[in-house]
C-alpha cells in the first residue's frame, strides 16, 4: 500500500509564493511519476502539473510560468513551488503518485492553499 502525504499549504496574499511537498512511501513503491491537482469548492478536480520520473514534465496553461514541479531523484517526493499566486489559485491541492509498472495512482489527503487578494 502507497501512502501519500502532502505538505506546506497556507495563506498568502496576491503575488506571494508557496511551496508544496509530497513524499510517497511504500515497501514496493517505485514511482513512474507524480503530479498535483487541485479542486476548488464548487468546482471539479483539475491537473496543475505532473513530473516523470524520467525529468518530463507538463503544466497545466492557467500555472505554466508561475509554477515549478520537481522530484527529489533519491526519494519518492515531488516539489511544487508556486509564484505569483492569484485568488483563482485558492484550492486544496492533491498530490498524486503513480507507480511504475502497474501505473496505479494513488492520492494524498490534500492541503489548502488559499491566495486573498
Known amino acids: 500500500q502507497v501512502q501519500v502525504v502532502e505538505s506546506g499549504g497556507g495563506s498568502v496574499q496576491a503575488g506571494g509564493s508557496l511551496r508544496l511537498s509530497c513524499t510517497a512511501s511504500g515497501r514496493t513503491f517505485i514511482p513512474y511519476a507524480m503530479g498535483w491537482f487541485r479542486q476548488a469548492p464548487g468546482k471539479e478536480r483539475e491537473f496543475v502539473a505532473h513530473?516523470?520520473?524520467?525529468?518530463?514534465?507538463s503544466y497545466a496553461e492557467s500555472v505554466k510560468g508561475r509554477f515549478t514541479i520537481s522530484r527529489d531523484k533519491t526519494r519518492a517526493m515531488v516539489h511544487l513551488q508556486m509564484n505569483s499566486l492569484k485568488p483563482e489559485d485558492t484550492a486544496v491541492y492533491y498530490c498524486?503518485?503513480?507507480?511504475?509498472?502497474?501505473?496505479?495512482?494513488?492520492w494524498g489527503q490534500g492541503t489548502q492553499v488559499t491566495v486573498s487578494s
Open positions: 513530473i516523470r520520473w524520467s525529468g518530463d514534465v
Open positions: 498524486a503518485a503513480d507507480r511504475s509498472g502497474s501505473m496505479a495512482r494513488s
